[in-house]
């Protein structure tokens, strides 16, 4: 994991990373958290492999841009089938209530239990970028599970609202600035005139 973690470093044009099945466990994967904020990875799977709960803090603390290189690029995480407890899901979940990147994630297959739900629910609901949270497999109640999907149906729907309001927002601005050429353009043609008149004044004399 070493030696990936290195190449990764150097590899800008890099998207997607699936390091899945790998037998990767905590000191491999703190390795991986290391080099990703100088990375452009932005869709990252790591499911079936044995992480453990206290390297996501790590995790949690490096895309919340907290590591002193920044935050990541990641948009996308699998950690399904990874072994995780409550406690490494509360890293995660803590991370992603004011996260404004991350779109997906899947947690499928855990250990997590209807213990954290309460407090699970409170940090989602905070977060308005999430669409996609994958949690099946886990003890959690169908009641749970219900409020996580409107909480993504909510995102979707702001999401799309708001792109409306983005291309008004390009508009008016592609609208000033039409304005400021024509402007731009008045005053280069009044100066020629100008120059014109003044070439006319001297050839007369």
Do not use: W
């Not at 998207?15 to 491999?28: A, C, Q, R, T």
């Not at 948009?75 to 991370?95: H, M, V």
């Not at 592609?174 to 008149?197: D, F, P, T, V």
């Amino acid at each position: 994991m070493i030696l990936l973690s290195q190449a990764l470093a150097s590899a800008p044009n890099l998207k997607e990373l699936d390091v899945s099945l790998n037998e990767i466990g905590p000191n491999g994967f703190r390795h991986l958290c290391d080099v990703l904020p100088v990375t452009n990875i932005e869709t990252l799977v790591c499911n079936k492999n044995f992480l453990g709960d206290e390297i996501l803090q790590v995790f949690a603390t490096v895309i919340c841009g907290e590591a002193g290189t920044g935050a990541t690029k990641i948009r996308r995480f699998d950690f399904s089938s990874c072994k995780l407890n409550d406690s490494g899901l509360f890293f995660l979940i803590n991370a992603l209530q004011n996260n404004k990147l991350v779109s997906q994630i899947k947690l499928a297959d855990n250990f997590f239990s209807e213990s954290v739900e309460a407090l699970m629910l409170e940090k989602l609901n905070k977060n308005t970028t999430l669409i996609d949270i994958g949690l099946l497999g886990n003890r959690f109640s169908h009641s749970c599970l219900a409020k996580i999907k409107k909480i993504a149906q909510r995102n979707v729907k702001m999401i799309e609202e708001q792109e409306p309001n983005k291309l008004k927002a390009e508009i008016y601005r592609l609208r000033y600035e039409h304005q400021k050429l024509e402007q731009a353009k008045n005053m280069l043609k009044q100066q020629k005139s100008e120059i014109e008149k003044v070439k006319k004044l001297k050839s007369d004399l």
